[in-house]
């Protein structure tokens, strides 16, 4: 049974460095692609970053482009979202997610097949 197991979150004020940890299981294969999404109170679950595990591709939303870096240690089983320079409007519960064969692009949360039950982000001004 595969399994996503997010870790790192917790409460900083603007300004600060988390770094976000997604370990991976019960996968007998490389997903095509991982992600991360986050859901603010009241709001959409929003795309944030993805990444293809094949080339080493990734991508990010505008609205933390510059600021967040997504990475994978496949060593590890672990995908990583290094998050700088953080502003009260990153508060959200962030989400990994997986998609396990090729044929959609990982930033769009309807194409993912699995997903962590989340971590809590919150920031303060």
């Known amino acids: 049974q595969v399994q996503l197991v997010e870790s790192g979150g917790g409460s900083v004020q603007a300004g600060g460095s988390l770094r976000l940890s997604c370990v991976a299981s019960?996968?007998?294969?490389?997903?095509?692609?991982m992600g991360w999404f986050r859901q603010a109170p009241g709001k959409e679950r929003e795309y944030v970053a993805d990444?293809?595990?094949?080339?080493?591709?990734?991508y990010y939303a505008d609205s933390v482009k510059g600021r967040f870096t997504i990475s994978q240690d496949t060593s590890k089983n672990t995908l990583y979202l290094q998050m700088n320079s953080l502003k009260p409007e990153d508060t959200a519960t962030y989400y990994c997610?997986?998609?396990?064969?090729?044929?959609?692009?990982?930033?769009?949360?309807?194409?993912?097949?699995?997903w962590g039950k989340g971590t809590l982000v919150t920031i303060s001004s």
């Open positions: 997610a997986a998609r396990r064969y090729s044929g959609g692009w990982c930033d769009n949360s309807g194409n993912m097949d699995d």
């Open positions: 990444f293809y595990t094949g080339d080493g591709r990734s």
């Open positions: 019960g996968y007998t294969y490389s997903t095509y692609c």
